[in-house]
C-alpha cells in the first residue's frame, strides 16, 4: 500500500519480550492514531498524536508505549504484555483531527501473546 | 453513553442477491455517520459519510440512507458480489468531538456461490 503502511503484519510474542509495530504513512497528514480492534468489539481508541504531540491517551496500560518522532511515523512499543493483549492493532492517519477529517486506516498488525 | 449497535452480527447471502445492514446509534449531538468496509485482514475502508440532512447516499453498488429522527441508518448493497465478503461498520462522530469516533461492531457478510 501506498497510503497507510503497518511492520510487521504479524507477530507473536511472549508475555516477556519486547516488540515495536511501526506505522508510516504517505498522505501528508498531520495526525495520526492507534487503536486496538478484539474480536466481536468496537474499535478501541488508543492514542492521538498531532503534530508529534500526543493530544489522547485513553487510559492505556502503560505496557503499551506509544512514539511519534515526526508526523508520518508512528511507534507502539510493547513490554510484559499479557494474552488478553492479543488482537489486530490498527493505524490510522488524518489530515486534520475535525470529525469531517476522514481516517486512513492501515492494514493492521496482527499480535498474538502467547 | 454515545454507542452505535448494528445487526445483523452476520449474514450470509448468495451472489446476486441484495442486502440490507442496519444501524442504530444514541450519539449526541450528532455530527455525520460513516460507513466502513473492512476486508479480512486489512484495515477498514470508508464507503459513505452523511450528515442529518442528508437522507441517501451512494456509492456504486453501496447505498446508505439516514434517519436523524429515528437514529438509524442502513446500507443496502445490491447485486452481490463475492468481493463484498466483509465486515460492515457503522461509525458515529459528534459535533465538538473532534476525531473521536463511535464504532459499531460490525457486520460481517459473506457472500457464496
Known amino acids: 500500500e501506498t497510503g497507510v503502511t503497518q511492520t510487521p503484519r504479524h507477530l507473536v510474542m511472549g508475555m516477556t519480550n519486547k516488540k515495536s509495530l511501526k506505522c508510516e504513512q504517505h498522505?501528508?497528514?498531520?495526525?495520526m492514531y492507534w487503536y486496538k480492534q478484539s474480536a466481536k468489539k468496537p474499535l478501541e481508541l488508543m492514542f492521538v498524536y498531532s503534530l508529534e504531540e500526543r493530544v489522547e491517551n485513553n487510559s492505556v496500560p502503560s505496557r503499551f508505549s506509544p512514539e511519534c518522532p515526526n508526523s508520518s511515523h508512528l511507534f507502539l512499543h510493547l513490554h510484559t504484555l499479557q494474552p488478553e493483549d492479543s488482537a489486530l492493532y490498527l493505524c490510522?492517519?488524518?489530515?486534520?483531527?475535525?470529525?469531517?477529517?476522514?481516517?486512513?486506516f492501515g492494514p493492521g498488525t496482527r499480535l498474538t501473546v502467547t | 453513553k454515545n454507542q452505535v449497535e448494528q445487526s445483523p452480527q452476520s449474514l450470509i447471502i448468495l451472489e446476486g442477491k441484495n442486502c440490507t445492514l442496519q444501524c442504530n446509534y444514541t450519539v449526541s449531538p450528532f455530527s455525520n455517520l460513516r460507513w466502513y468496509k473492512q476486508d479480512t485482514g486489512r484495515g477498514p475502508v470508508s464507503l459513505t459519510i452523511?450528515?442529518?440532512?442528508?437522507n441517501t447516499k451512494s456509492n456504486g453498488r453501496y447505498t446508505a440512507t439516514l434517519d436523524a429522527d429515528t437514529k438509524q441508518s442502513s446500507l443496502h448493497i445490491t447485486a452481490s458480489q463475492l468481493s463484498d465478503s466483509a465486515s460492515y461498520i457503522c461509525v458515529v462522530s459528534f459535533t465538538g468531538g473532534g476525531n473521536k469516533l463511535t464504532f459499531g461492531t460490525g457486520t460481517q457478510l459473506k457472500v457464496e456461490l
Open positions: 452523511m450528515t442529518f440532512s442528508e
Open positions: 490510522a492517519s488524518s489530515l486534520g483531527q475535525g470529525e469531517w477529517d476522514e481516517q486512513y
Open positions: 498522505l501528508g497528514h498531520n495526525a
